[in-house]
């Protein structure tokens, strides 16, 4: 009898710890749940592209309520051009030659370029999808001399830095072809910089943020087409994503906390001594894959 007097206070014990242990599961596993109710997935916000300088989902989606789209939006009749399989071809042929042409180019013309055509391949890149039709971008155009020059300095700062310390001996060294380093003197000389900039989210007429769906992949087309637009026209650039600038050149463009630099273009014509790297492109059975 003795001995079972003394386990009874031990086996209490230890079942007042197991109670203690089922206890903290299941209020860890309710906070959990509560988390996972709190954020819910948000597979638009393109986890894998983020530039690092993006705010926090909480701050940057808001509550999940009406954005302001119309739920019953208007439809309008359409009809696409048609072409017959003979004129298909040719096109085809002939825009793919156009763009086989492109190629990136350091050494650019300080000619001066009409703004006509650079308002209207900005027009052409704001044609580009965008998810829900948000069209998140804003395109920077910068021509005057001293704001080009502070963007210079700013790039070329944190450039050799890069190049320096955090790159890595083997990107450097993949570079050495290309023979580029931080010294970006076409950002002078190129009578036009644009500055692409992806809105991480926008405003409501009530001031509330509104949703910006897969931001980064939906201006990243658009840049694409931007390209092609300056290609079709005979100008030249370089793209340019300058590491660790993008939060200096926003603050020294005065863009708004929302918007993140994704590009830098110069953009003009290629000097009369400009050269490019002897570079050859994929063939086609190296880039696709017919199932």
Not at 28 to 35: A, F, L, P, S, V
Request: aromatic share 8%.
């Amino acid at each position: 009898m003795a001995f079972f007097s003394f386990l009874t206070p031990v086996l209490i014990a230890i079942i007042c710890v197991l109670i203690g242990v089922i206890m903290r599961k299941t209020n860890g596993e309710k906070e959990i749940r509560d988390t996972k109710s709190k954020h819910p997935s948000r597979p638009w916000v393109d986890e894998d592209l983020k530039d690092g300088t993006d705010p926090p989902l909480e701050e940057e989606e808001g509550d999940e309520e009406w954005q302001g789209l119309e739920e019953n939006g208007a439809h309008v009749p359409f009809t696409g051009e048609r072409y017959s399989e003979a004129e298909m071809i040719k096109r085809s042929k002939t825009f793919y030659e156009l763009l086989n042409k492109r190629r990136s180019v350091r050494f650019l013309s300080a000619e001066p370029v009409p703004r006509e055509v650079i308002d209207n391949v900005i027009r052409t890149a704001g044609t580009s999808p965008s998810g829900a039709h948000t069209e998140p971008w804003t395109f920077v155009v910068v021509q005057d001399p001293d704001l080009k020059h502070k963007i210079r300095e700013t790039v070329e700062e944190e450039e050799e830095i890069n190049y320096k310390k955090r790159m890595g001996d083997r990107w450097v060294n993949d570079l050495k072809r290309l023979r580029t380093n931080w010294i970006k003197e076409y950002l002078d000389t190129a009578p036009y910089l644009i500055l692409i900039f992806k809105q991480v989210y926008g405003r409501l007429p009530n001031g509330k943020k509104k949703t910006h769906y897969y931001n980064e992949i939906s201006v990243s087309i658009a840049c694409g087409i931007l390209l092609a637009a300056l290609q079709n026209v005979g100008l030249y650039t370089v793209t340019s994503t300058p590491l660790n600038c993008g939060p200096q050149l926003r603050v020294l463009l005065q863009r708004p906390a929302n918007e993140k630099l994704l590009l830098l273009l110069p953009v003009g014509y290629p000097k009369k001594d400009a050269t490019v790297p002897a570079l050859t492109r994929k063939p086609l059975e190296d880039i696709m894959v017919v199932m």
